[in-house]
């Protein structure tokens, strides 16, 4: 049925736009107005939360069920479409077996929905479930779960400001998190905090920053490495902490003998002076804490460079203590949350192993039904499959056609299903190949529970109707599972839903009815006061792995901007290219020239913005203009710029 009333009430809910996290209400004249939170203590918004509202009557909402036919998605009603979704899926997995549908979460949705999401695949008999946010911090998450215990933010963002010194690295904070930035880094900087940017260009964080850092793209682990070596060489050291909270520390200081300072001085391109200065600010600070963004994924050695930085971490006893960890700076509002619940191919809710029988067990006791032990296929692994061994597919409120891989392969792979079916609130470039879509509900037209960058639980509260027909992606799921599985598939509502996941996942299980509070429990204390979550409770060090791969000396490395958070807010995008200006000397590039840049068989025009806000050696592009360039490209791109002919700006 259509929903007559969308009148939005003033109802107090949760920012949806961003994984800070913010209190807000709706006000007047259909803006949202901050209160006050955990995250957004003096009761602030951003420029992109006071707008959250506009999603609510946007024009291009999703309104009506379609399903494909003779070629087009034409609308339909519920029944007819879930029918429709319920045969397809039964005829995949009577002719394949379970393993042959795939299932990608939403870290826009509720705690709820990934929940329901994650339990409807494994309840048929697949492991193939993943959500796309998990590849945005893979790197910098699983090295935290693999050395320390969990993916996830070892201290409260308040923490932030008791810290002596502060490491922003591949982030942008100020605009990416501007709460946050303004609540908590902002004010410590102004009250003595040091903050070092690492990131390879200049931006709005660097403005406050006492230190820019900007190793050469590809070198960031071996700049880290360098300072650890130094820390060791300068007797910076928690003697202590090493002996009594980690291990393997003897092997890895042996494997520093390998690294040569001079030599990757010259590699990094970052002057002895400056690895110096770090190492001894870093050594003299009594509390230490790094705060990473996605910046560190598109490094090229994301994974050597998150273990450098725990290796720092650990080195010099800064775990455990306010003041002190990884912040891990994730972008969507349930980004914690959607991996929290099992949204991944390898972990059950509560990021426990699939090999845990206890687990399994527990699990089984409140599901009736045992999840298999072997993983399934993560989203890169089940796109390639598509058409071979996975035909049929769930996508809840992501756009894997624009992902950053070539985007014929990914739309042929799309096509090469039996049966693709989209939930999601706007339409998409997914949903021109999907076989049924599904409208579903924006954050603030249902409730449910969602987990911020610092762990914290919170609920949101419906505070007007989906439009037309669409209808919360809870009660899709449920509706799903109740045509695919039985009716006691699914909790009867997202309250009743919160009390399942707490019973299976050990994470939220002492969380209070009302949530709003941190898992494992709300407590100021960091993760890992008394001992790391791993089997011997000891965190281990990691020598560095990577090669280092540098461009040619025609070449420059090209760092990509993210795009914008929000799936709702129009932003502006500035298209030109940021070159150094020795860079573009040579090239006879002057500010605003037009130019050709270039990788392999794929090149974007452009305008030229010539200065010191990338180094020498590198180009800056935002994502959406340099989409054609990182498709064509395997790992970094590399590119050439060159003036374009007869087109010299005047
Ligand atoms: Fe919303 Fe994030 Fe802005 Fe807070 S910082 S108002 S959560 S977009």
């Known amino acids: 049925t259509d929903h007559p009333d969308r009148s939005v009430t003033a109802t107090e809910s949760v920012c949806p736009l961003c994984a800070v996290g913010c209190r807000l209400a709706h006000s007047e004249g259909g803006r949202a107005k901050g209160r006050e939170g955990p995250a957004n203590p003096n009761g602030r918004l951003c420029q992109k939360g006071a ?62 929905e990934n929940y329901l999401l994650q339990k409807l695949a494994r309840t048929l008999g697949t492991n193939n479930v993943d959500n796309r946010a998990r590849l945005c911090h893979t790197s910098a998450a699983t090295a935290l779960e693999n050395r320390f215990g969990w993916p996830a933010s070892t201290n409260r963002l308040a923490d932030l400001t008791s ?29 003595g905090t040091t903050l070092i940017h690492v990131d390879p260009r200049r931006n709005e964080t660097t403005r406050i920053a006492d230190q820019h850092i900007t190793p050469r793209p590809g070198t960031d682990a071996l700049c880290f490495h360098l300072i650890c070596a130094l820390l060791v060489e300068h007797g910076y050291i928690d003697a202590s902490f090493i002996n009594d909270r980690t291990k393997d520390y003897e092997a890895w200081k042996a494997s520093l003998s390998d690294i040569d300072i001079d030599a990757g001085k010259r590699t990094t391109g970052v002057d002895t002076e400056t690895l110096f200065e770090l190492a001894d600010r870093i050594g003299t600070a009594d509390r230490v804490a790094v ?26 006893g800064n775990v455990g203590r306010p003041g002190t960890g990884f912040t891990l700076l994730r972008g969507l509002n349930n980004e914690q949350g959607a991996v929290d619940m099992g949204c991944r191919p390898d972990t059950l809710p509560g990021h426990q192993s699939l090999t845990n029988d206890a687990a399994r067990r527990r699990v089984a006791d409140v599901w009736g039904v045992e999840p298999p032990s072997t993983p399934g296929h993560n989203e890169h692994e089940a796109l390639d499959a598509f058409g071979t061994a996975v035909h049929g597919a769930l996508v809840v409120g992501e756009n894997p ?29 997914t949903m021109e190949h999907a076989d049924i879509v599904l409208p579903a509900a924006i954050g603030l037209e249902k409730t449910g529970t969602v987990t911020n960058l610092d762990r914290r639980v919170q609920w949101l ?14 009660a899709i799921l449920a509706a799903l599972g109740k045509r695919l599985v039985g009716s006691g598939f699914a909790p ?71 795009r914008a958070g929000g799936f709702e807010v129009e932003h502006t995008v500035d298209n030109r290219i940021r070159l150094n200006v020795d860079d573009a000397t040579v090239r006879g590039i002057e500010d605003g020239d037009r130019v050709v ?27 959406d203009v340099a989409d054609p360039l990182v498709r064509s490209a395997t790992g970094t791109p590399t590119v050439t710029v060159a003036l374009a002919k007869n087109t010299r700006h005047s």
């Open 51 to 112: 707008t959250a509202f506009e999603a609510v009557h946007a024009d291009d909402r999703l309104t009506t069920p379609l399903v494909r036919h003779n070629g087009d998605l034409v609308p339909t009603d519920w029944s007819t479409a879930l029918d429709r979704v319920g045969s397809d899926f039964e005829t995949v997995c009577d002719a394949n077996g379970p393993d042959a549908l795939a299932f990608f979460g939403a870290p826009r949705c509720t705690n709820e």
């Open 163 to 191: 810290a002596d010194l502060l490491l922003v690295v591949g982030a942008n904070p100020a605009i990416q998190q501007p709460v946050a930035f303004d609540a908590f880094i902002r004010p410590a900087v102004a009250d």
């Open 291 to 316: 705060a990473g963004g996605t910046g560190i994924e598109d490094s090229g050695d994301a994974s050597s460079t998150a273990d450098a930085l725990l290796n720092m971490l650990l080195l010099t």
């Open 401 to 429: 056609a624009i992902e950053k891989r070539d985007a014929d392969l990914v739309t042929s792979q799309l096509d090469a299903l039996e049966t693709l079916v989209v939930l999601d609130v706007f339409p998409s470039e």
């Open 461 to 474: 509260s419906v505070a007007t109707s989906p439009p037309g027909m669409a209808r919360t992606d809870y």
């Open 492 to 562: 009867p509502d997202p309250e009743a839903a919160f009390d399942e996941l707490r019973a299976v996942n050990p994470l939220y299980e002492k969380l209070p009815d009302t949530a709003d509070e941190r898992w494992p429990v709300d407590n100021d204390s960091p993760l890992y006061a008394d001992g790391f979550a791993t089997h011997d409770g000891k965190a281990p060090f990691m020598p560095l792995t990577q090669v280092v791969a540098l461009p040619t000396d025609d070449e420059l490395v090209l760092v990509v901007g993210s």
């Open 597 to 623: 840049v270039a990788t392999g068989d794929s090149t974007v025009m452009t305008t030229a913005a010539v200065g010191d806000a990338v180094r020498e050696g590198t180009a800056y592009l935002h994502a």
